[in-house]
C-alpha cells in the first residue's frame, strides 16, 4: 500500500518531514524520500542501520551517510550560512553517538553546532574550564547517560536554554537510561527541557527552534 | 544554623536564586527572602502553601499572594515593559493551578504571558480555532494531565518551541502524572521540550530563557 | 502427551478456538489445526513465524500465510459476505503490521475491513480529512505507538466505539508499548477501550463482535 | 477566567458534554452545567464529592445525587425507553461503587443496565449459574478488584463484547488496581476491551456505544 | 578455585543440594555433580543447556536429561515407591515446559505426579470437568502465563494447598510474567501460595515438602 | 441491594467463606455475618477497623475483637482440640500485627499456633537458637518486612514447608512491602511459598490447609 | 507479649542494638529502652514522633530528643572525646532533617560531624569553595533529593569515602526518592556506596565504622 | 575527535582515572591506555569484552587480561606491598565474576583481598563457620544475587564496614538484579553501604578507600 507522508510539514512547521529509520524497510523508505524530492524538499533519514544505505543510496540522488550518527542527509546549505550556536556536550565517550546525531541534524537543519565531549562531573573542572564557551552558546544540549548529573551543573552556569539528552549508556540501576532521564526531569537548576533517551534529533530540532527564534525586541 | 543563598546566581543566570517553598517552615524562608532584598534582588517564592503567607508577609516587604498559583512575589517591573508573547494552554479545567504558576512566573521574570486554557484533544476543533494566536508565540507552553496528547498536537501545528508540562490530574492508570509525561516524552511531533510533573514554574522558566534569547542573525 | 482443544468454544461463542502461534513448536501447531479441521472448524493461527509455515503448509490442507501480518489462515467465506465496516487506522508506518494482523482477522472472521494508515496527530490534518469514512464505521480501531495521541483524537470525532492498540513502536521512554498503553488508558475521549500491547488479533475480535452485535430495537 | 465547554460534541458524538468533577470546585461545575443547560444539553456530573453536592444543588435546576455512584445528574429520559441490555458485573462488594457508577451512566445515557454482583471466581458456580442473563446481554461490563480474574472467565463463557474495569479494591501487591488492570490486559479470552481503573463512567460510555450500534445487516 | 557445596543439606532438609545450572560451566556443574556423588548423593540439576548435557553425561555417571523439562538427573527410586498424589495443571499449551520441571523434579524427589494440561480459564468447563481428579490430590500446582487466572479458579474448587507458578508466557503488558505473578499474588481466594516466575522446580520442591508431611493427628 | 455470599463455600473448601472487612460497611458486613450464622457457619471478618466493631458486635451474637490482628471472630472450639504446629515467626515488632492476624486466624481454623517473634537477621543468633522449636513444627510462617531476608534463612534450616508474608513495614526502597515480597519470591532456599504483602490472613489460610493435609502412606 | 532485645549486639558488632521508633507504641519503646539500660548499654531511638517522647522521657532516664533529627538519645561520652572527621553534606534546605539525624547519630556513637548545608550542584561555586574542609575529612556524608547530583560531584573531589544518602525532597517523577536513588547507584565517580531514602542513621553509622576502623599499616 | 582523559584525577583522589571499556571501541581505549601511560600512570580497563583484548595488547605495552573478571590491566606493585585485608564473599557460584572484577582490582589498587566464595544464607552454617575470617577484615564486600539476603546476615555479624553488590544473577522476579538490590538498601542490619548491580568494580574502589583511610587516633 502507498505511503501517506505528510508534505504539508514544511508549510505549517518550517522543516520537511524527516523519516524516522527504525523499523522501517529500505523500500518503505526509498518511497518516502522520493516523495520528499519530487515536492523539492531534503532529505534526512535518522536512525538507519548501515545495512539498509547502500540500496537507499542507489535509489536516492545526493544522500550520505553518518556511521557514528546513523543518519543519512542530503545536503541542504553550504557551511557559511549556519546561524547561531549549540554547544552539544556529552559526559562520557560512550555518549558521543547520541551527540553526534544531534550535531549531523543541527548543522542539516542550519545551526551551527560546537562539541564539547567527555566533561562529566566526574572531573567537574573539565566543564568549568569551558565557561567561555558555554557563555557563547544559545543553546546547550547536554548528552548524558550513568546519572545524567551534567545536565543540572551546566544549567546552573549559564544564562541560555539547556536540552537534555539522556542516555541509554549504563547498567544495572541505571534501567536503559531511566536514571538518567529521571535525574534530568528533576534538575535542580531551572532552565533544563528534556527529551526522549537516546533522541539526539529530537534535542537538535528543538535546540535549531530555539536558536532560531526571532527576537522579540 | 544558618541559609546558604546563591546570591551570585543573578550575576551567573541573569535571575536571582528563586525560594522553593514546599518543605520549608516560614522562618527559613523568611531568612532567604530578606537576603535576597539585602542584596536588591526581587523575591519569588514557588509552592507557597496559603497557611505560610501571612506570616511571611508581615515580615518581608512588598510581597503578594497569588492563591491559584500557590506563589508569592515581589512585583519586578511595570507590565508594559513585558517581552515576546509565550502562550500557555491547558488541556482541561483541572490543569489551571499549574499553568496559572508558569503565567505568574513569566510575568516575574518579565515575559508576555498569554492564558488559552481546556482546548484538550477530545474536542480537537478548539485547538485548531486557535493556530492564529499559536502561531504568533514565540514559545508555547502545553499543561496537560491525563493522557496529556495535547503536547504532540500542537507540536505539529507549530514553528515555534513546545514547553510540555505534565500534570497529575488524573486517576488509576495516570500513575500521579506518569502518563502524560510519558506521552510528552515520546511526541511523535519533534521540538518538545518536557520538564517535570506539576512544574509550572520550571516550564516558564524555560520558555523566558527561550523568550528573550538574543536574535543571531 | 494429547493437546487439548476448546472445540466447544465454536457453540459457546459463536467462533472456533484460535491458535496462537508464539511459543509452540510446528508439531503442536499442526496437531490442533487437523484436531479444528476434524471438527469442521476453519484455522486461524496467529504470532506464526515465518520459518514454520512451510512444515505447517506441507501438513494442513488449504492454509495460506500473510508475511505482514503473522497469520496462517483458512478462507472462512467469499468476500461479499463481509459485513459492517470496521476502519483499521495507524498513526505511522511501523504500526503497519499490527494493524495488517487486525484487518486480516476481521476479513477471516467476516466483518469489512477497511484500512487508513499514517495518519499520526503530528500532522493532524491527516485524520481531519478522513471524517467521512470514520462518520462511517462501526467500529475503528487505533493502532498507535511513540506516544499513542491518535486514539484520543479519533475518540474525540465519532459516535461509534473506539478499540485502541498501543504498540511496541518507539524506543527509550516508550518502555515497548507502556507509554502508549498509558495514554490510550487515560484517554480524555471517552468511548476508548484498549487491548494489550501489540495485540491486533485481540482489537480486531472484539471490533468483529461489536460490528456483528444485533440491533436492540 | 471564562469556561470553555465543548457543546458541539453533542453533534459529534451524539452525548453531551460531561462534567469530570474530581479536582473542580463548585463554581467551577455550576458554571459548566448552567452553560450545558442554557444549551439545552442535560447535566451529568461524574466524581462528584457529596460536599460539594448542596451548593450545585441550588444553583443548578433538577439535578439529582447518587450517593454510591458519586455522580449528579438530570434524568433525561423515563425508564421505559431504554434501550438493550448491558449486565453489570463485579467480582466482590467492594467494587460496588464503580459498578453503580456504570450502571447509573448507563440508564443517564438510554441503556437499559442489569447488576449482578458478587460473581468472583473464588465462588465460579455463582457466575455459571447466571449464564442465561449474561447470554441475553448485547455487552457485559465486569468490574473486579484484587486479581480481576472474573473478566477471562465472563469473556470465555460468551458471544458479546465485554468491558473490563479493573478496580483499586485490594491491598500489597494489587498496586492500587495496577494488578487486575494487568490481568484483564492480558485476558486468555478475547473480546475484551479494557478502560482505566475505577473508571464505570468510562466503562458505561463505551458500552452505550456498542449497546446502540446500528445492525450492519 | 574449588567448590563449597552444602552436602548438609541432607541431613537438615531431607533433601541433597540441588544444583542450579544456569550460568554454570560445565566444568563447574560437574565437579559439582561428582561431590554429591561421592558422598552418595542423587544428582539433580535444574536450567540446564542441552549443549551441556553431553560434556555432562561423559563425567557423571547415571545421569539422563529431560529436554522439555531442562533438566538432568540421576533416577533415585523406582516409580512403585512415589507418595501422595500432586496434580500439575498448566493454563496453556506453552507454559508446558515449566509444568514439566515441575512434574519431573517432583518424581524425583518421590512425589506422584499427575499432568492436566490445556485447562486455561477460556474455556472454564475443562477445568470444572476435572473436580474429581483435583478433588484426589494433596497439593495442586497451577502453571499459568498470560494473565494467570487459572490459580483463583482452582484455589476456590479444593480444600488442599495450591501452588501457583506465573509462567513468562505472553507479550505487552504480560511483563515477562508479572501480570499473572501480581494475579496470583491477588488470588481472591485464600490457600494459593506463589512462588517465582517460570520457577516450576521450586513449586515442585514446596508441594513435594506438603505431600510428605506428617499427619499431626 | 442484597448480598450474595457463597455458602457453599463450607461443603467446596472444608472451610466457610471468611469475611474480608476493608472497604465494607458496618451493615454490609452485619448482613453478611448473620446470614453466615443463619447456616450455621462460624463468623471470622478481616482487616476490621476497631471504630465498626460495637456496630457489629450489638448486632451479631458470640463476636469478639482482637485488635492487634484486627480480626472479629466467633470462637469455634475448644481449644484443646487445636492440631499440628504451627510456627510463627516475625523478623521485628513492627511485623507483629500482621503475625497476630496469622496466629489468630490459625486458631479459629483449628490448628495449634505457637509465636517466635523478633528473630530477625541482624542478630542470627537469635533464630538458629530455636531450631529446635522450628524443627517440630509442621508449617512455618515467616512475617517480615524491611529486606525479608529471614524467609530464606529459615527456608534453608527446616524440613517443612515455610510460608513467607512479606509486610510493609520498612521506608525509602522498600516501597510498602515491594522489596521483601521480591527477597521471598527470589529464596536462594527451596520451599518458600509467598502471600500477598501484608497477608496474614492468607498465610494462615494456606498453612492451615498444609498442617490438616492427610498422610498419603 | 515479651521483648526479644538482640542485647549481644555490643560484643559483636561494638555497637548495642538501637531502637527503630517508626511503626513501634510507647509501651514497646520503653520496654525496649529499659532493657538496654539495665544492660548498661546507652539508648538511641530513631525515626521517633515528637507527641511519643513525653512518656519515653518520664520512664526512660537521661534521654533527651532532638526534634529536627527526630531522635531520642542518652548522652554517652563527653564532646572532646570524638574522634575523626565526618563532614555530612546537604544539596539543600529540605535535606536537612535527613543530615541532622546522621549529624546527632555520629556524635552518639563518637564520630566528630561537621555540617555543611545547601551545597548543591545549581550552584557549583558553593560546594567547589569547601574543598579544604572537604580534603580534611576521612569520610564525607551526601544527602540529597531532587536529582542527587550532588553526590557524583563531591565523590570526583576527593580521596576519601562517600556514603550518598538520597532524599524523598522533591516531587512528581522524583517518585518519593527514586530518582536521586537512581542517580547515586549510577555515579560516574567511583568511591561512591549508597544507603536507603532518607536513611541519615543508616549512612552515619556506616560512616561512623569506615571513620574508626584501624590502620592497616 | 581526540579523548578528554581526566589525567589530573591521580592528583585529586589519588587513583588515576581508569577506563570504562563497555561500549567503546578498541581505537578509542587504546588512545586512553596510550595517554595515561605518556602521564605514567598505570591502566585498568574495565567490562572489556575478550574479542578486544588482542588488539590492546598489541598496542599498549604490558598489559594483561582476566577473563573471569573481565579486566585488563597493567600491575602496580609487588604483590608484598598490599595492605590491609578487605574479604570478597559470594553467595553462589554464578556471581564469582563479579567477586573476582572487584577482587582483581584490589590488588591492582594495592590492598590485600581474600575471595570467600558460596556462603549463601540457603546453608547459613557456611558462613558461620568463617566468622574468623570475617572479623580480620577491615572491609567485606557481600557480592550477592537471586534474593540477596547474605549483606544482611554478614552485616549482623561483624564489625567492619560491608560493601554489598548486587548481581543480575537469577530470573523472573529478581528483575536483572532488582531483588537483590532492594534487599541490600533495606537490610535490618546497619553498616551496609550498596553499589551498582553487578558493579565489582566500583564495590572495590570503594573498599579500597576504606580500606586505606588513615587512623584519626
Not at 550513568?146 to 537534555?164: F, Q
Request: charged share 20%; glycine share 8%; net charge positive.
Amino acid at each position: 500500500m502507498d505511503v501517506r507522508l505528510d508534505t504539508d510539514r514544511h508549510r505549517r512547521r518550517g522543516i520537511p518531514e524527516i523519516i524516522f529509520g527504525a523499523g522501517k524497510s529500505a523500500a518503505q523508505i526509498i518511497r518516502m524520500a522520493r516523495r520528499l524530492q519530487q515536492h523539492r524538499q531534503p532529505v534526512l533519514i535518522t536512525r538507519l542501520e548501515p545495512a539498509l544505505f547502500p540500496a537507499i543510496q542507489a535509489a536516492v540522488p545526493r544522500v550520505r551517510y553518518d556511521a557514528m550518527a546513523r543518519l543519512a542527509y542530503e545536503d541542504r546549505a553550504p557551511r557559511h550560512a549556519l546561524k547561531g550556536l549549540v554547544v552539544v556536550t556529552t559526559a562520557g565517550t560512550a555518549d558521543i553517538p547520541v551527540a553526534e546525531e544531534a550535531r549531523r541534524t543541527l548543522l542539516w537543519l542550519g545551526s551551527r553546532a560546537v562539541p564539547l565531549f567527555d566533561v562529566g562531573v566526574a572531573g567537574i573542572h573539565r566543564v568549568l574550564q569551558q565557561q567561555t564557551l558555554l557563555r557563547r552558546a544559545r543553546v546547550i544540549i547536554v548528552v548524558a547517560g550513568m546519572e545524567g548529573a551534567l545536565a543540572s551543573v551546566v544549567g546552573g552556569l549559564v544564562r541560555c536554554p539547556v536540552i537534555a539528552v539522556p542516555t541509554s549508556v549504563g547498567y544495572g540501576a541505571n534501567f536503559q537510561g531511566l536514571a538518567p532521564l529521571l535525574t534530568m526531569l528533576n534538575s535542580c537548576a531551572p532552565g533544563v527541557g528534556v527529551v526522549n533517551i537516546d533522541n539526539g534529533f529530537g534535542a537538535a530540532y528543538l535546540a535549531h527552534l530555539i536558536n532560531t527564534t526571532r527576537s522579540p525586541y
